[in-house]
Nanobody
Framework: QVQLVESGGGSVQAGGSLRLSCAAS????????MGWFRQAPGKERERVAI????????YYADSVKGRFTNSRDNAENTVTLQMNNLRLEDTAMYFC??????????????WGQGTQVTVSS
């Protein structure tokens, strides 16, 4: 079992930055996919940034490429999302996820409770 706890959300003006952190406890997560999803009101949850250790790849949604950076520290069991040049459309609840790393995808088994990011003009 893995427990995930997010922190670092908040309110920021457009163009500003925030850093989200996700701390994992329980079983080791070094071999698991870890990443970030977000869900805005009335919209489906979408992938934002994913690290798959099996493929060595990092996925970013097109809407965040060049602005967000996802990194993980396996020694600390943490994953961090650095968000720069935030836009109004980045406003959402952000969730940390972890799951089995498959050859071409991830099987998401664990979720945090989410942290709210609000971007204002």
């Amino acid at each position: 079992q893995v427990q995930l706890v997010e922190s670092g959300g908040g309110s920021v003006q457009a163009g500003g930055s925030l850093r989200l952190s996700c701390a994992a406890s329980g079983d080791t997560v070094s071999g698991l996919c870890m990443g970030w999803f977000r869900q805005a009101p009335g919209k489906e949850r979408e992938r934002v940034a994913i690290i798959n250790p099996r493929t060595g790849s990092t996925y970013y949604a097109d809407s965040v490429k060049g602005r967000f950076t996802n990194s993980r520290d396996n020694a600390e069991n943490t994953v961090t999302l650095q968000m720069n040049n935030l836009r109004l459309e980045d406003t959402a609840m952000y969730f940390c996820g972890a799951g089995a790393a498959l050859p071409l995808s991830c099987d998401w088994n664990y979720w945090g409770q989410g942290t709210q990011v609000t971007v204002s003009s």
